[in-house]
């Protein structure tokens, strides 16, 4: 690493600097450099030019630099300057903008860096540092032969890939059937014309029924046991997996039915604010009036005549434009939002930019936990007040924040490196989607869906939309005695799973409460199934039994989403395992090697490793080996997979914060804060 100015940046070359070839450093790498790179060409325009023969985008450590890299030099290859606003067009064109870190990154790397008279040198640095990555990973394939001929010799099958440790392949697909038939169908038929995963379509088509529905209906489940139906949902899928193009064509109704409420209430915001104005310009020639005045008596009726038209001013409302949806706001403004379209808003986005909101990525001094009340009291509909410097503060009694996002799997990493996230409970609000990727067997030429499907859905939504929103807020349904008991009997078998020995220990938040999610469900599942007013019925049985299946669905996602993340202990030091053997190229080890490593706060005795190493062995990274004879107890020792000694295997590589995870997800290390309480 290079020392550093006060100001955070790289020192100029010729200060000390430390060795990056430590021992268990892992594979040399200097990010400081390649944060220079990327910074002074932000700087200065002309950078580019200078080091663009010097390094490519291949030699970068860290993907996401070498993917901003590629992009400024698809702009130089168009002639096209390069800048914060140029260089995010190119992302955003790449689909990588946010999995890169979004705009905020961009600006971040440009003050991390106070001149650009130093690129060509950092450039050298990291061209210098991938050869020798390079040198290394082929001297582990080396390595990796020689084991197979090893093998070979002494008649020992050779090593097959490990298997990952988190199996997202085997997770459950969305349930389409508990939606709807109408909606049901036209998901069906956007995931085949889009060749998609069903679970993302599902899933924003039950954002948008939540949209609807949010902040216009509650649901009393049991006296004393109500809930708002608004949804807080995130699917993710990787670049490339059209997720706009879902978003768009599920979201599209919503959008439409937003236009035609903002037209029709155009002329009474219009009236209200020129009577506002008037009122205001006749209090102010009062006023006028009163400072002209010649007697006393004239003064005090012209003082009053302009108060009560001030007060008469102020007492006019103007409305705000109509809205129902955004797309990538602030804290500060979705709660000004809240405020102004009478409690509720829906935030519906194909970008992960909303978590950045979240983390604090545009706030200049994140405060650990700050702003993160908009995003709790929405989803609970508890009482949110908004304070504004010089303005009267505003209470929104019952908010309804729905949350509908399609964002790529490195968001989640984003997610699982703020413990304000997970602590404070934002996590365990989210319903996850984590499909497998179609990339590889997708179709060439799929049939589009149908016109009279989107025509169906696109009328029922705006509809529904329409409905609920003439009824306004304050609308109740109740579950009816059948669906109360399914919900229940549910909810009861949820509770030994929470256990110290149950498959939910590590989730309890977000376990404890799905059944109110599930509650939730049912009542949007009853009210689409008959758009024009259900909410004078009963919620029935089939719908709760609609809902408990997708609950179903939802448990077996988090608990992947949450494994990834390094919710699950053993899952999080199997990874801690793997990074050791990686970053120190083991080809065999004992148990007791491991245990004095890696011994900590959260790994207190040997037999606290065996569950992790059970499971490494599960999935093919090492296997143990026959104890030799001899006076005393030997610690049993393992042999290493080839596989996992490679730190380029995706399987190894961590990130700064983290330890390697399955499928390249950086796992948290103890004592960084609970993803989930």
Not at 557 to 578: I, S, T, W, Y
Not at 593 to 609: E, N, W, Y
Not at 646 to 670: D, E, V
């Amino acid at each position: 690493m290079h020392p550093r100015n006060s100001n955070g940046s790289p020192s100029p070359p010729g200060a000390a600097e430390v060795r990056v070839l430590e021992p268990g450093g892992g594979p040399p790498h200097d990010l400081d450099a390649e944060v220079a790179v990327l910074g002074s060409i932000l700087l200065d325009p002309t950078a580019i030019a200078r080091v663009r023969d010097l390094v490519g985008p291949e030699d970068f450590y860290r993907e996401n630099n070498g993917t901003v890299y590629r992009a400024a030099l698809s702009l130089l290859g168009n002639g096209e300057p390069i800048d914060n606003v140029t260089l995010a067009g190119e992302l955003v064109r790449l689909d990588a903008l946010e999995r890169v870190g979004g705009r905020a990154h961009l600006a971040h790397l440009q003050e991390s860096v106070p001149t650009a008279a130093n690129a060509e040198h950092y450039a050298r640095r990291v061209r210098e540092l991938a050869m020798l990555r390079r040198v290394g990973a082929e001297a582990i394939e080396v390595a990796r032969a020689a084991h197979l001929l090893r093998d070979t010799a002494t008649g020992e099958a050779p090593w097959p890939p490990p298997l990952p440790l988190i199996d997202t392949g085997a997770l459950p697909e969305f349930p389409l059937e508990a939606l709807p038939a109408w909606c049901a169908a036209f998901a069906a038929a956007l995931a085949e014309a889009t060749q998609t995963p069903p679970d993302l379509a599902g899933t924003i088509v039950l954002a948008s029924l939540a949209a609807c529905a949010g902040g216009r209906v509650r649901v009393e489940v049991k006296p004393g046991w109500e809930e708002p139906l608004n949804l807080y949902l995130l699917v993710a899928l990787p670049p490339g997996e059209r997720k706009s193009a879902v978003f768009e064509a599920a979201t599209a109704p919503l959008s439409e039915f937003e236009e035609e409420r903002a037209r029709a209430l155009a002329p009474i915001t219009t009236e209200a604010a020129i009577r506002r104005r008037a009122l205001e310009r006749a209090a102010e020639a009062a006023e006028t009036e009163a400072a002209k005045a010649r007697t006393a008596e004239a003064r005090e009726v012209a003082i009053e005549r302009a108060a009560e038209l001030a007060r008469e001013a102020e007492s006019v409302i103007v409305p705000a434009p109509y809205r129902l949806l955004a797309d990538d706001a602030t804290p500060e403004i979705l709660a000004t939002m809240l405020a102004q379209q009478g409690g509720r808003i829906a935030l519906l986005s194909p970008e992960g930019g909303v978590v950045g909101q979240m983390a604090g990525r545009y706030s200049s001094a994140r405060v650990p936990g700050a702003n993160l009340g908009v995003y709790l009291k929405g989803h609970a509909g508890d009482r949110l007040r908004i304070d504004r410097v010089g303005r009267p503060s505003e209470y929104v009694a019952r908010p309804a924040l729905t949350i509908g996002l399609a964002v790529q799997p490195e968001v989640l990493r984003t997610m699982a490196e703020v413990p304000e996230l997970g602590g404070l409970g934002v996590l365990a609000r989210f319903l996850y989607a984590l499909p497998t990727s179609l990339m590889g067997a997708r179709s060439s030429d799929p049939e589009a869906v149908p016109r009279d499907l989107a025509h169906e859905y696109g009328s029922k939504l705006c509809i529904l939309a329409r409905s609920l929103d003439a009824a306004g807020q304050g609308s109740l349904i109740r579950f009816a005695t059948a669906s109360r008991r399914l919900l229940t009997e549910y909810a009861g078998g949820l509770e030994p799973r929470l256990g110290e020995d149950g498959d939910l220990r590590y989730m309890r938040d977000w376990a404890g409460k799905l059944p109110g999610a599930i509650a939730r469900v049912a009542s949007l599942v009853h009210l689409a199934d008959c758009v024009r007013g259900a909410w004078g019925d009963e919620v029935p049985p089939a719908a709760a039994e609609s809902a408990i299946r997708v609950g179903d669905y939802a448990i077996e996602h988090a608990k992947a989403v949450f494994n990834l993340m390094g919710a699950d202990p053993q899952v999080e030091l199997a990874g801690r395992v793997l990074r050791w053997i990686a970053d120190r190229r083991l080809a065999e080890f004992s148990r007791r090697d491991a245990f004095d490593q890696l011994r900590g706060a959260h790994l207190v005795k040997v037999i606290d490793l065996d569950p992790a190493v059970a499971l490494l062995v599960a999935h093919g990274y090492m296997a143990p080996v026959a104890p030799s004879r001899g006076p005393g107890r030997p610690s049993q020792r393992f042999r290493v997979n080839p596989y996992a000694q490679n730190p380029q295997n995706t399987q190894n590589r961590g990130t700064s914060g983290g330890i390697a995870g399955s499928a390249g997800f950086a796992l948290r290390r103890p004592g960084t804060g609970g993803v989930c309480r």
